[in-house]
């Protein structure tokens, strides 16, 4: 049965690997948050913008095949620091703190930060606002000046969401950076701009530390871009197209059942929305599922470690290791070892999420695992060991044949419930910027910035998995007390 396991474990993340395209041409990986219009967004699946642009119109120049990631915009400048990623393009503002990090290119567009408040606001200025409750997108030069010089924000993942807080009434003011404001402002009915910059700053790519011939490369690329008009006219095209895109307000209707209607056409249909919810259920499930193997596999070896050692006193050192990732897994948070396993321990390695995912959520499913299987062989009558001894089997046979057999058929409730709490678990994939279900759902709602439908249905489709799940445990709990 482990052999098994072994084996298909192996043989998926062979498949995950192949997976990666294997073209001649130097792959180039760029990030960024695609939340920011006209610099970045998401339209029919695909991250389009005035940053994809230049980057692609580049790359293509360089001789590079380009891949773009989409991630939090807080993770974007170490992910390029780290080497996950070569090109950070997220409209991102040179800083000195961010120059520490990494190298910015020239700049390509100068911005600034402005306020958004609700039309029917008394906020005035940047002077009204200390006693406002005051909404940014973590990590940005909105965030920041707002800490240093006014209070602390309401920090969201995107400017998007802190938009569609304002114009609930749940915030009073959103700070952000002037074009994607006009975008934004452009798509409510409710909101209007106060013409106050706070800051004055320049956009620019960031490159790592480690790459000063991609700068040089890329520097050299976008002055001729400049010179030529080039620049210019991809950003006039994107910006202008924004003016024009049809606002997607829902449309004030007076019955609940259209306005629902409307909602549910503008969250799922419109633009194949549901594919985002159909894709990250895929990847939700698929990494579950191999999760779930690499959990079993780790948690069984574990046990039998523990429990040898605890019945015979052996297997001293391996106990040990294994108490003390036991600790460790089960003392930290899961979204903490995923993003150590992704940006510390593969931080300079080009491996594909999806397998950073199954590795981190296995590695932290069979801490779990182990101890649920170590209770249920504890859990077998003393008399059951020494009975199969006294028939003539060794230590091992008898672990095989009599007691591993019947723990397992006593613990499989607890491995069930572990199995559920692994599926919802695995909802912090976005972090690394996995497409899954619950990321699927986020990035429904920072087109439509309507929150109540696309997280209904995430949570339903949780749900239903959960229950399918239940009930087919269920089913085989009972398969096995009818054999017994
Ligand atoms: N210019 C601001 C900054 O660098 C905000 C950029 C946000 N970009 C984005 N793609 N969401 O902090």
């Not at 000046?145 to 807080?165: D, Q």
């Not at 101890?371 to 199969?388: H, V």
């Amino acid at each position: 049965m482990l052999k098994k396991f072994y084996l298909i474990i192996l043989v998926a993340l062979a498949v995950s690997f192949c997976g990666c395209d294997q073209t001649e041409k130097p792959k180039l990986i760029m990030v960024t948050n695609a939340t920011f219009p006209p610099y970045e967004y998401i339209e029919k699946g695909q991250i389009d913008g005035i940053d994809p642009a230049i980057i692609k119109e580049v790359a293509a120049n360089l001789g590079y095949e380009l891949e773009i990631q989409d991630m939090n915009f807080e993770s974007i400048i170490a992910a390029v620091q780290s080497g996950k990623a070569d090109i950070g393009a997220s409209g991102i503002t040179v800083t000195e703190e961010r120059k520490k990090q990494v190298f910015f290119t020239i700049p390509y567009v100068v911005s600034e930060q402005l306020i958004i408040v609700r039309e029917d606001s008394a906020i005035q200025g940047v002077k009204d606002l200390q006693k406002c409750k005051i909404g940014v997108q973590h990590g940005t030069t909105g965030d920041y000046f707002v800490t240093e010089n006014i209070k602390e924000p309401e920090r969201f993942s995107n400017g998007a969401l802190a938009v569609a807080a304002l114009s609930a009434g749940k915030i009073d003011a959103v700070v952000c950076d002037r074009e994607p404001s006009e975008v934004f402002v452009r798509q409510r009915k409710n909101l209007r701009l106060l013409n106050e910059p706070l800051t004055y700053e320049e956009y620019a790519f960031a490159i790592g530390k480690y790459n000063p011939e991609l700068l040089e490369k890329f520097n050299a690329e976008l002055t001729q871009m400049k010179q030529n008009g080039r620049l210019k006219e991809i950003v006039n095209a994107y910006r202008h197209n924004h003016s024009k895109t049809i606002s997607e307000k829902v449309v004030e209707s007076n019955t609940f059942l259209l306005v629902v209607k409307e909602s549910f056409y503008l969250n799922f249909v419109k633009d194949g929305r549901y594919k985002y919810l159909v894709k990250g259920f895929g990847i939700t499930i698929y990494i579950t599922f191999f999760a779930l193997l690499l959990g079993l596999v780790i948690g069984f070896a574990i046990a039998i470690v523990r429990s040898t050692a605890d019945q015979t006193g052996g297997l001293r050192i391996l106990n040990a290791i294994c108490k003390v990732y036991l600790t460790i897994i089960r003392g930290t948070p899961v979204v903490v070892q995923l993003l150590i396993i992704y940006f510390v321990i593969f931080g300079s390695v080009d491996i594909d999420k999806i397998v950073v995912a199954i590795i981190a959520f296995g590695i932290n499913s069979g801490a779990y695992v182990a101890e649920i299987i170590r209770g249920g062989i504890m859990s077998i009558d003393k008399g059951q060991m020494e009975a199969g001894r006294s028939l003539g089997l060794s230590y091992t046979q008898t672990m095989k044949y009599i007691i591993t057999p019947q723990a397992i058929k006593n613990v499989l409730p607890a491995l069930g419930n572990e199995f559920i709490v692994l599926l919802k678990e695995t909802s912090v994939s976005g972090y690394i910027a996995l497409q899954d279900l619950t990321k699927g759902g986020d990035i429904i709602r920072s087109q439509t910035y309507d929150a109540f439908l696309p997280l209904l249905a995430v949570a339903v489709i949780y749900l239903a998995v959960v229950m399918l799940l239940s009930a087919l445990l269920g089913k085989f709990e009972k398969g096995l007390k009818k054999n017994e």
